[in-house]
């Protein structure tokens, strides 16, 4: 399972809310890879992706004081857009 989740109108304060992100994600279980992209033509766009072993542990990271305390305010801040996604043979 991938996600993906982008935001707008980043600057280095906020670069680093989601490099903290990814690196809370590196620590758990079920976690494949996570990382943080810039767009390539435009530096205020930027990108979180990360690969589960299944939609239950990517779940799973969102769960907990400690998770909600650091994911929401960054969260909050992205495009409003579906994030999940499955190969089709993950279906």
């Known amino acids: 399972m991938f996600a993906i989740s982008r935001f707008v109108e980043v600057d280095d304060a906020f670069l680093q809310q ?10 758990k279980e079920g976690n494949v890879f996570v990382e943080v992209l810039r767009n390539i033509d435009d530096q205020g766009l930027c990108a ?22 650091l994911l929401t305010p960054v969260f909050l801040k992205a495009v409003d ?11």
Do not use: C, H, Q, T
């Open 48 to 69: 979180l992706l990360s690969r589960w072993e299944n939609v239950r542990a990517y779940r799973y990271a969102f769960s907990g004081y400690d998770a909600k305390m």
């Open 81 to 91: 857009e579906p994030s999940a996604y499955l190969r089709p043979d993950e279906f």
């Open 18 to 27: 989601i490099e903290s992100v990814a690196e809370f994600w590196r620590a």
